[in-house]
């Protein structure tokens, strides 16, 4: 008996969902990789067990969970991969067990499918590292996840699609939402018109949040930003300022501000495994394949684009690696429908991107005393002084000379608003460890020069 | 007729060693321009461990030269000291087996002729300097002259010191030579530098400078990672590392090998490093590398095994084939001066270099020797290459 190749798909999110089961239906083994304890990723996030909530509903849930089981997908939970290697013909899946993460395991593999998502970032300003802050992200997930309210009084600020789905969410379970204050301009949306009619689906379900937020009496300013947050031990209020001028800025008390600008591709695992990047998203071609052989690439990792794009591309990828690893080429016919719906929500996506755009100047414009990175606590005007007296070009020599993004999260948070205040354009950090590795795990490795088993 | 003068000096590269020629050089009254085509300390001096060390050394040109810019740091540190995160926390030479133990006392004696503060520790010692060290080791030697810096504040901020004006961003395609072969200033692809005099401080990229100027020196790059952890309170004391290094430095092998430095920082993470391999200009992550690393700290402080490392970077240390730096005038280019090649050492090195260029750069006499370090040293024929 010939045995069946292997294939690893890193996250477990809607691209690597789609992924997994379609090349496990086409007789790979796969093993799929995942740091939380459910399947779902950020999108299908469900309630806790110990909740006893039932479980969200949804016909694309429903089939992803389904296959699972039926197709015999191994599914390695609570793994958190810090590093993906290649050697000389396959893969190594390096990660960390548990909610601890003091113990290491490797995993062979003969391809790889990384999908490990995007992460939020939120552009800094005054008052932005008091408790009561949160990403928008960050709400959502508290919702989904742990069926809470982050606060009793919230505003939900920043720029782009994500902001929708949580300011209705938090109205729906109860919240005060005293407002919804998004930096872009609606006036824009009409020029986009061509490509966002290229989903109207997707349009209708942005005009279905919008109107759910006004029956819950939510006000929702756009054109306008979030200049500070005010408290002393927590946040009280906000200051809301337009972005056009002669207007007059307002302050709204609350107690939560659920705030997010948008996402940014998670590339660590890509980028040391020397996948190609195109900007700040791993390059695939038609297939999902990066330029490493045996690795494809599919979902947020490979531009933001949402759940529908990553299912769509999680698919394509799943069912070229299978056809690959049996060495056959894959008829691309086999996924038009996967295929033409990945081209519509690129072009929707790209749409949304260019009206959804941060307010350009902003970041770079915090005050001096802002904390910008708050893991090594450095300030705008530390990292101004760096570039304007000590010689910093770029986002690297930034980070050595005042410690920006040398902490904990690796300047996955503060790497726009540093971009931003060095004058440079946003490049990925290259993170070898995709996460912290303890030293006795890295010291546990096996032997490079022991015979591979 | 001669083109007007932009300045007295073009110094090329704006890492540690450019640092310390630019600001040698300004106060020995010269006018002074640095150009990079990256950003300050954007080469070597930003990938490396700000290791001040004469422990590493054995008696030769290369401990002379340290033990010069030993002082010079002590002195710089009188106005910088605190801007650059200088230590002069000393190094501890750990020797695990009783075999290790005779070989670095019969190492620190030679030393200790040489001029440098070497004191033998006995295990009870060794435990109060460092209480977290793995115990039953056979002794150790300390070294108070050793110190740290935080390198790529303390190329920058000595650059600003230096009041030199910096061009970063600028790239030199060329070195420009009269007739008679002199050194004219270097050409870059925003305009030319008229000079009378050009430093090469190009680091790893020193060769293809020297290139430029058709004279040969081969700078290679040897591979070093770095393991950075997550910050601590104050656990690691000194530079503490294996006496083994001392082998790897002078080693000619192209295998890894590894007997890390650990030691605290200022900022709090520990630092552990470095790896040397000759793998070219390869900055992709090797688990190899990072395990030795790992495995050698761990062996010297067991409580690292928990503790998690956030990053790991490589940077390219310069060597030429017989291991010292190039330091001083090229003959073959009159007007061309050398300061690369400082492999591992080079944040160490650069405050001697810089004064020895600077003394090289005014007629002065200087501070020790140059022969050993002459540039033109790799040409068997004698003459320009090609």
Redesign the interface.
């Known amino acids: 008996m010939t045995e069946r190749p292997r294939l690893a798909v890193v996250g477990a999110g809607p691209a690597g969902l789609a992924g997994a089961l379609a090349a496990a239906a086409r007789g790979v083994d796969v093993t799929l990789v995942d740091a939380a304890g459910r399947p779902g990723g950020q999108f299908h996030r469900q309630p806790s067990p110990a909740l006893g909530a039932p479980p969200r509903q949804g016909h694309t849930w429903e089939r992803l969970r389904t296959g699972l089981d039926r197709h015999r997908v191994t599914h390695l939970t609570e793994h958190h991969v810090w590093c993906v290697q290649r050697d000389s013909m396959s893969f190594l899946v390096h990660a960390l067990l548990g909610p601890a993460q003091d113990e290491g395991v490797s995993l062979r593999a003969d391809a790889v499918l990384l999908a490990t998502g995007g992460h939020e970032y939120v552009l800094p300003f005054p008052g932005w590292t008091l408790p009561g802050v949160i990403t928008a992200g960050g709400a959502q997930a508290m919702l989904k996840g742990e069926r809470v309210l982050p606060g009793r009084h919230v505003v939900v600020a920043g720029t782009g699609p994500l902001l929708l789905p949580v300011a209705t969410g938090l109205a729906a379970a109860g919240a005060e939402v005293a407002a919804l204050v998004e930096s872009a301009d609606p006036g824009a949306v009409p020029r986009r018109f061509p490509d966002l009619l290229v989903r109207p689906d997707k349009l209708a379900e942005g005009a279905g949040y919008a109107v759910r937020l006004l029956r819950h009496r939510v006000r929702i300013l756009t054109r306008h930003t979030v200049v500070a947050a005010h408290g002393t031990d927590r946040l009280e209020a906000v200051t809301v300022a337009p972005l056009s001028p002669g207007g007059r800025s307002l302050r709204i008390l609350c107690d939560t501000l659920a705030v997010g600008h948008g996402m940014l591709p998670g590339t660590d695992l890509a980028e040391t495994l020397g996948c190609t990047l195109t900007g700040t998203a791993v390059r695939v071609d038609a297939e999902q394949r990066t330029d490493v052989p045996g690795a494809w690439a599919a979902g947020e990792t490979t531009g933001i684009g949402g759940a529908a794009l990553a299912l769509a591309e999680g698919h394509i990828a799943g069912r070229s690696a299978a056809a690959r690893l049996y060495g056959r080429t894959p008829d691309p016919a086999g996924w038009a429908p996967a295929a033409r719906a990945r081209s519509r929500l690129r072009r929707f996506f790209a749409a949304v991107d260019a009206v959804c755009a941060p307010p350009p100047g902003r970041a770079g414009s915090v005050p001096d005393d802002t904390v910008v990175c708050r893991c090594e606590e450095v300030t705008a005007g530390e990292v101004r002084t760096a570039v304007s007296t000590l010689g910093a070009t770029d986002a690297r020599s930034a980070k050595l000379l005042t410690r920006a993004g040398m902490g904990w999260c690796q300047g996955r948070m503060c790497g726009p608003a540093v971009a931003a205040l060095t004058g440079c354009p946003l490049t990925p950090g290259r993170r070898p460890f995709a996460r912290p590795v303890p030293l006795g795990v890295l010291a546990a490795l096996p032997d490079p020069d022991a015979p591979a088993p | 007729m001669a083109k007007r003068l932009t300045c007295d000096v073009v110094v090329v590269g ?1 890492g540690m060693v450019g640092a310390a020629c630019a600001w040698y050089a300004a106060r020995a009254s010269l006018d002074v321009r640095v150009v990079d085509r ?5 080469g070597t001096t ?1 990938a490396g461990e700000g290791n001040l060390l004469v422990s590493d050394k054995g008696p030769g040109p290369e401990l002379e030269l340290a033990l010069l810019s030993a002082r010079l740091w002590a002195e710089l540190a009188d106005g910088l000291g605190a801007a650059v995160e200088y230590e002069p926390k000393g190094g501890l030479v750990i020797a695990s087996t009783p075999a290790a133990l005779s070989a670095l006392t019969r190492f620190a004696a030679g030393q200790r002729a040489a001029g440098v503060t070497a004191d033998p520790v006995g295990p009870d010692e060794l435990r109060s300097l460092e209480p977290y060290l793995i115990p039953g080791v056979a002794g150790g030697v300390r070294y108070p002259q050793d110190a740290q810096v935080m390198p ?2 303390a190329a ?2 000595l ?2 010191a230096s009041g030199a004006r ?1 061009h ?2 600028r790239t030199v395609t060329g070195v420009l030579r009269a007739p008679d072969g002199t050194v004219r200033g270097v050409r870059t692809d925003h305009g030319d530098l008229h000079a009378p005099a050009v430093v090469n401080a190009a680091g790893t990229w020193g060769g293809d400078l020297a290139a430029l100027a058709r004279v040969r020196l081969p700078v290679l790059p040897r591979r070093g990672f770095v ?5 601590l309170p104050r656990r690691v004391r000194h530079k503490v590392y294996a006496a083994d290094y001392v082998a790897d430095v002078a080693s000619d092998s192209a295998a890894l090998r590894s007997s890390p430095v650990v030691e605290g920082t200022a ?1 709090g ?1 520990v630092l ?1 490093g470095a790896t040397r391999e000759r793998v070219g200009f390869d900055r ?2 090797s ?2 590398a ?2 030795a ?3 050698g ?2 062996g010297l402080f067991p409580f ?10 490589a940077g390219f240390r310069p060597y030429l084939p017989d291991h010292l730096p190039a330091i001083g005038p090229d003959p073959r280019a009159p007007g061309l001066f050398h300061a690369c090649g400082h492999e591992g050492a080079g944040i160490g090195l650069a405050t001697g270099t810089g004064r020895l260029i600077a003394q090289a750069l005014t007629g002065k006499a200087p501070d020790m020797d140059l022969t050993p370090f002459r540039p033109e040293r790799f040409d068997t024929e004698g003459g320009e290459s090609a």
């Open positions: 704006a990256g950003p300050v300390a954007g930003g790529a504040l920058a901020h650059l600003r910096v970063t961003g393991l950075v952890t997550e910050p900022a993470p552990i992709s992550l688990l190899p990072v395990r690393l790992a495995r700290a761990i690292l095994a928990g503790v998690r490392a956030l990053r790991t970077y």
